[in-house]
């Protein structure tokens, strides 16, 4: 639906809400149809973003059919949130990045969307440079959630190597 019929359509509730008795419901939709309005509802971290996810094709092979072979397929957003948690309350830290690796002949890069909260991601941010300084290494967020990922699903190297093999023309 775009914009303009959805603002159409939105634009009359707020006057049916305070005959109902809803006088404070009608002032948030108001405050949501202001002109960034809902800009500003979602830098609130209400909402969700899309991540994309730079990986290599080997490796988003490798999670996605890792996820699809445990007992309950994985939903890989839930499992990147549930990394950004457990390195938010010290329960998980992301390793040191294991540096440029060449790319395998067949193996190319790709994109892997998850998404998640905007206040979860804020809060990892805002946790990047205390945690350089404890783990002597820079932490990103694309880092952290690709690290969690191969933990969570067990995507070793040796695991990864035979993705690779895989693509090999």
């Given at each position: 639906m775009a914009n303009d019929k959805t603002r159409e359509l939105l634009t009359p509730v707020p006057q049916i809400l305070r005959e109902a008795g809803h006088p404070e419901r009608a002032e948030a939709l108001e405050a949501v149809l202001a002109p960034g309005g809902w800009k500003a509802l979602q830098q609130e971290g209400v909402f969700t973003t899309n991540v994309p996810l730079t990986i290599r094709a080997s490796l988003r092979k490798a999670i996605e059919e890792a996820s699809e072979k445990s007992p309950k397929t994985q939903n890989l957003s839930r499992l990147v949130a549930e990394g950004y948690e457990a390195v938010l309350?010290?329960?998980?830290?992301?390793?040191?990045?294991?540096?440029?690796?060449?790319?395998?002949?067949?193996?190319?890069?790709?994109?892997?969307?998850?998404?998640?909260?905007?206040?979860?991601?804020?809060?990892?941010?805002?946790?990047?440079?205390?945690?350089?300084?404890?783990?002597?290494?820079?932490?990103?967020?694309?880092g952290t959630a690709v690290a969690y990922l191969r933990h969570r699903l067990g995507i070793t190297d040796e695991v990864l190597d035979s993705y690779v093999k895989r693509l090999a023309p």
């Open positions: 309350d010290g329960s998980w830290e992301p390793p040191a990045p294991a540096g440029p690796r060449p790319m395998a002949p067949g193996d190319s890069r790709v994109i892997l969307n998850v998404t998640l909260e905007n206040a979860l991601r804020e809060r990892l941010r805002g946790e990047f440079g205390p945690l350089k300084e404890r783990l002597g290494y820079k932490v990103t967020e694309g």
